[in-house]
C-alpha cells in the first residue's frame, strides 16, 4: 500500500490551513477584525471555507503581498493595512494570524507592531494588535485556532484577585455546541469566560444593515480578567502544554488547569458534569439528568441498529477521539481512525480508550489525506464513513454512507447549528448514525419497507 512507501506530496489533504483556525477564534473576539500577514488569495480562501460552512459573511483584512513584499519584506504592507483597518472599521482589537508566505521570508512581526505602536500615534485609540504564528506548511487549521487562543490570552489576561470564575476553552466546536456549553454553565449559577464565542458572530440573526464587524464575542475585558479566575477547563486531547491557554494561566497565574477530552457520549459527559460540580459546589441540573435518562435510553432502543458496525472516521484529531469513546459506547467499530494532524498523540490517547487497539485491529493514522483513506476504506470496506465534508468525493466513489461531522460541511446546511458535545449533542449523533443506518437498509432493500 502507499503508506508503506516515501510520501513525496499531499493530495486532497484532510486538514485545512493553518491561519484559517486562526481566523475563526479572532472572530470569537468581540470587535475584532481577523487580519492576514500575507497575500490576497490567502485571506479569499479561508472567507470561502468559513462562509460556505457557516453561511454568514465575514471580512478578513490582508496586508496584501506582491513580489516587493516578498522580496523585501511586507513591513510597510503591515503597517499600512493596520492603519486602514483601524480608521474603517474602528475595531477594538485586531488578530493578526501569519500565512506561508511572511513566516518563510522571516518577518519580525512582533518588531514591526512595536514601530507601528510608536509611528502612529494620530489621536485615536490604539487597537489591541494581537499576533499568532501561524506558519500554513506546519500543522492545521486546529494549531492555528489554538496559537490565536494562547496568544489572546497571553496578550490580555492579567494579574487579579481570586474570583468565582471559570475560564472555558471549548476547543473549535459549533456555534451551537458554544451556545448550549454556556446554558450548562449559566444553569450551574457561575460566572465564566468563555474564549473564543463565535456563536453568534458565525451563527447571528439577519440584518437590517450591513455590520463591518458582526456583533458578539468574547470582550477583551473579559479575557483580560482569567488571570483570576478560580480554574480553566480546556477540552482537548492533544494540545501541548507550551501551546496551551489554560496551562499558560496555570504557570503565570496560578489558576488550576483541568484538560478533558471533548465530551462526547455518556461517560464523557460524566465526566465534564461531575467536574463542574466539584468546582461550583452544585449538583446539576434535573433537566441534564433529564438528557442523560433519554440518552440511555436511546442506546437500548437503537442498539439493534447499530451494533457491530464497521466505520471509518476522519476529521480533527480530538473530535476523532471524542467519537471513539462515543462509539464504544454504542457498539460501533472504529477500523480506521485518521487525521491529517500531526500531533504524534493520537494512537495514544486512543489507546487509553480503547487498550487493545491492536489486538481489535483497529487502525490508528496521522498526518494522512484522503487517498490514504480513500486505499485504507477500498480494503476494509466500511459500513459508513464518519467526517467533514471533504470525504464526499470518497464516499460518492465508493458507494459508502457520508455521516457528516465537524469542519467544514459545504454540501449540507445547518452545519454551523449541529451539536456534538454534551448529553444533548450526543443524542443528536445517535439518532443521525442510527437514521443512516435504517435508511442504508431501506435503499437496499429490494421491497423497500416502509415500517421499523
Known amino acids: 500500500m502507499s503508506h508503506e512507501h516515501a510520501k513525496t506530496a499531499t493530495q486532497n489533504a484532510c486538514k485545512l490551513c493553518n491561519p484559517l483556525g486562526a ?11 481577523p487580519f492576514l500577514h500575507g497575500s490576497q488569495g490567502c485571506a479569499t480562501y479561508i472567507r470561502r471555507y468559513l462562509i460556505s460552512h457557516y453561511k454568514e459573511p465575514i471580512d478578513i483584512a490582508s496586508s496584501n503581498f506582491h513580489e516587493e513584499s516578498a522580496v523585501f519584506g511586507g513591513s510597510h504592507n503591515l503597517k499600512v493595512g493596520l ?59 486546529i494549531d492555528g485556532f489554538h496559537a490565536a487562543v494562547h496568544a489572546t490570552v497571553k ?10 470564575l471559570i475560564n472555558l476553552f471549548p476547543n473549535m466546536v ?31 440573526g439577519p440584518w437590517g444593515e450591513y455590520h463591518r464587524i458582526p456583533p458578539g464575542g468574547t470582550p477583551a475585558s473579559a479575557v483580560a480578567g482569567s488571570g483570576s479566575a478560580t480554574a480553566s477547563i480546556e477540552f482537548g486531547s492533544t494540545l501541548a502544554s507550551e501551546k496551551s491557554a489554560a496551562d499558560y494561566l496555570d504557570v503565570l497565574f496560578g489558576v488550576p488547569a483541568y484538560h478533558l477530552p471533548l465530551p462526547i457520549g455518556i461517560k464523557g459527559n460524566d465526566r465534564f458534569f461531575s467536574l463542574l460540580e466539584t468546582l461550583t459546589g452544585e449538583k446539576r441540573a434535573e433537566k441534564y439528568e433529564d ?24 476529521g480533527e484529531e480530538d473530535l476523532v477521539i ?31 480508550l480503547v487498550p487493545d487497539v491492536d489486538e481489535l485491529g483497529i487502525k490508528v493514522r496521522e498526518g494522512v489525506d484522503f487517498v490514504d483513506i480513500e486505499e485504507e ?10 467526517g467533514n465534508s471533504k470525504g464526499y468525493t470518497m464516499s460518492r466513489k465508493n458507494k459508502i454512507p457520508l455521516i457528516r461531522l465537524g469542519f467544514p460541511i459545504h454540501d449540507r446546511f445547518g452545519g454551523q447549528r449541529m451539536h456534538h458535545l454534551g ?22 432493500s429490494s421491497i423497500g419497507y416502509t415500517y421499523m
Do not use: W
Open 23 to 33: 481566523c475563526l477564534a479572532f472572530r470569537g473576539i468581540e470587535n475584532c477584525v
Open 83 to 141: 492603519k486602514n483597518v483601524s480608521n474603517q472599521y474602528k475595531p477594538e482589537v485586531i488578530g493578526i494570524a501569519t500565512t506561508c508566505l511572511s513566516e518563510t521570508i522571516g518577518d519580525d512581526v512582533p518588531m514591526i507592531l512595536r514601530e507601528y505602536k510608536k509611528e502612529f500615534k494620530n489621536g485615536l485609540p490604539m487597537p489591541i494588535l494581537i499576533h499568532a504564528s501561524t506558519p500554513s506548511y506546519q500543522g492545521s487549521h
Open 155 to 164: 496578550a490580555l489576561a492579567v494579574k487579579g484577585s481570586r474570583q468565582r
Open 174 to 204: 459549533s456555534p451551537a455546541d458554544m451556545r448550549y456549553l454556556k446554558e450548562i454553565f449559566r444553569d450551574f449559577g457561575v460566572a465564566f469566560m468563555m474564549m473564543p464565542d463565535y456563536s453568534q458572530t458565525m451563527d447571528g
Open 291 to 314: 438528557e442523560r435518562r433519554r440518552l440511555v435510553d436511546a442506546y437500548a432502543d437503537g442498539h439493534k441498529y447499530v451494533f457491530d458496525k464497521k466505520v471509518i472516521i476522519y
Open 322 to 352: 471524542g467519537m471513539v469513546a462515543f462509539l464504544q459506547e454504542i457498539g460501533i467499530a472504529p477500523l480506521l481512525c485518521a487525521s491529517g494532524g500531526k500531533s504524534g498523540l493520537l494512537k495514544k490517547r486512543i489507546e487509553e
Open 377 to 386: 476504506a477500498k480494503i476494509l470496506q466500511p459500513d459508513f464513513l464518519i
Open 423 to 444: 448529553y444533548r449533542g450526543t443524542q443528536e449523533l445517535f439518532d443521525r448514525i442510527v437514521n443512516t443506518v435504517i435508511e442504508q437498509r431501506q435503499n437496499a
